[in-house]
């Protein structure tokens, strides 16, 4: 890859294409447990741009511009009370709407009242806070997460700092071929003695590590499906896991039989992402609490108050050896931990040029040829990926599941592929 395209690919800040390509999509701002009505504003980063969460007296949330029109303090550390978030430096007070509703520093007729801090339209939906960052004007309507078809789906988070580009990160997310090797110590293979499959744990009926993977291009993103040969009856049958990328930054991967699985790889800027992990399903589920500690992802205790990670490079991700020599693969507690020490070891913006791309990565590459694309073609004045989809984000899932060698696994992608699992 030519470092233009990796920059096309990689930035976001500014000017940037794909940072106008993510202007044109909802991005999730917080999770909706973080603001409290009349509770600590929340601090948040997208594209390069310092934003402020809160949740006012009645209930409603607004995302503004971090700085204080007045003179630039954070309104961060504002207060929250009475249906407005006072700046602490004069005592200005902004509505959700971006609204001064109290200058007390200015007398009645300043000319000062004229002025709104910067607010954006947000919608909460699927556990988050979502925020238009694009033009005022051509605001789209909001689409449904995959994992909320329903207002009463059991979705539960996971949210952690990536000290990375987004790109990177989303590139392990449509990486199923990683998982094998990685991932084995908690994604082991049904004939490793003792293995038992439990409410965050799950056995892969398959010890192929090599899989056949064949992609299809679509209007919201691609689909594609790693084949491997099962253990049981591989004469007649086939291990499929497909993964869905729903431009431009949302992969569905694939469930286990009590939680389906999703990803978002949000950027903060050029070089930090957030990384979201969303496990839902429509009956079962999993406990939010099960579900973090599975991940090594509790706050407070593996995670920071900014959602940076105790395990991080800078100490090693805390690898345990001795683990290693009993048995553990990687010896990094947590499945994110375990990736995270993947994606950050290939440094800020990864050079993609030293790359060797074989036949396991036929994802990668139809993510960086799309993508790199979709950039070219918004700086043309095009449409950005994904705005024009003929597909409800609802409509699609991720499929695991052994078939018959017969099966086109592109079927696996409809919802009426995840409702046949569901009832089953």
Request: aromatic share 8%; glycine share 6%.
């Amino acid at each position: 890859m030519r470092p233009a395209d990796n920059d096309l690919l990689c930035r976001v800040e500014g000017e940037a294409p794909m940072g106008r390509i993510m202007r044109q999509h909802w991005l999730p701002a917080c999770m909706s447990e973080e603001v409290e009505a009349d509770g600590a504003p929340v601090k948040s980063r997208l594209l390069g741009v310092d934003l402020v969460v809160f949740r006012d007296t009645r209930g409603r949330v607004g995302v503004l511009d971090e700085k204080c029109p007045h003179r630039g303090a954070s309104l961060v550390f504002g207060r929250n009370e009475d249906c407005g978030l006072r700046c602490l430096y004069h005592g200005w007070k902004f509505a959700t709407d971006g609204e001064i509703v109290d200058m007390s520093s200015e007398p009645p007729d300043s000319r000062m009242r004229n002025l709104r801090a910067r607010a954006y339209p947000t919608h909460e939906a699927g556990g988050f806070v979502w925020v238009w960052m694009g033009e005022a004007d051509a605001v789209r309507p909001f689409e449904t997460p995959a994992w909320a078809p329903e207002p009463d789906t059991k979705v539960s988070i996971v949210k952690m700092h990536a000290a990375c580009n987004w790109a990177q990160v989303l590139e392990g997310a449509i990486d199923s071929a990683h998982s094998s090797s990685l991932h084995s110590t908690n994604m082991p293979t049904a004939e490793v003695e003792g293995s038992t499959a439990t409410e965050t744990a799950w056995l892969r009926p398959s010890n192929d590590k090599a899989p056949r993977l064949e992609a299809e291009v679509t209007d919201y993103g691609f689909h594609y499906a790693a084949i491997r040969r099962p253990i049981v009856n591989p004469e007649t049958h086939v291990y499929i896991r497909t993964t869905v990328f729903i431009a431009p930054f949302t992969v569905l991967i694939p469930p286990n039989d009590k939680y389906n699985l999703a990803q978002m790889l949000v950027p903060i800027d050029d070089v930090n992402c957030m990384f979201y992990w969303v496990a839902w399903h429509p009956t079962k589920g999993i406990s939010q609490d099960s579900w973090r500690t599975f991940c090594a992802a509790v706050p407070g205790v593996d995670l920071n108050a900014d959602w940076t990670k105790v395990r991080n490079l800078e100490n090693g991700y805390l690898q345990d050896r001795e683990a290693m020599r009993a048995g553990d693969f990687t010896g990094i507690h947590g499945i994110p931990a375990q990736d995270m020490a993947m994606w950050e070891t290939m440094g800020p913006i990864a050079d993609r040029s030293a790359d060797h791309l074989g036949s396991s990565d036929v994802a990668i590459v139809q993510f960086r040829r799309q993508m790199v694309a979709a950039a070219k073609a918004v700086q043309k004045g095009e449409p950005a990926i994904g705005t024009t989809a003929s597909v409800r984000q609802v409509d699609l899932a991720s499929f695991e599941g052994v078939v018959t060698r017969e099966s086109d696994w592109r079927t696996f992608t409809t919802r009426n592929a995840r409702s046949r699992q569901a009832a089953e």
